[in-house]
């Protein structure tokens, strides 16, 4: 039965890897007090009643990390589906290669440019692991 229903809420979030000229991406480390507090993660957030995933991202990258960019420049790349505790996550992942602005942590989060290949090196959120083996095959 489990497997047919969890009863879980899905969490709609929307996620992005931007990517610099040098195929680097950026991870930021979620800050202490959070939940999942020290592991590695995409910028992006909850997608608010109204909202598409890419309004949201445009949004969390602004407010985050002080990173503008445009709907066009979102690029679909793949998607996690993991059941946390108490909701099941839905996260697109957007790759984003052209953006406006330096990233600056703005909610006390460590930012750090990352090569696909090291981000194993990163702990990262478990809904993450399988995302990673698509940013390598894209950079
Ligand atoms: N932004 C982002 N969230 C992720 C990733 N992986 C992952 O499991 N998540 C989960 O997706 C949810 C994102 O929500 P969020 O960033 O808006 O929320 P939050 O926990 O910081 O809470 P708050 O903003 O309401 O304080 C969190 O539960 C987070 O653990 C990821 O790579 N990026």
Redesign the pocket.
Known sequence: MSQILTGKRL?L???CALVDTDGRVLL?Q?PEG???AG????????VEPGETPEQCLIR?LQEEIGIETDIPCLAPLTF?S?S?DD?H?L?P?FVCRRFRGIAQPKEGQVLKWVRPKQMRDYP?????AP?IQFLIDLL
């Open positions: 969490l979030v929307a996620a930021a979620r959070k939940q999942l592991l590695w993660e995409f910028p992006g957030g909850k969390e996690a993991h946390y909701f996550l996260m992942l990262m959120p478990p809904a993450d995302l």
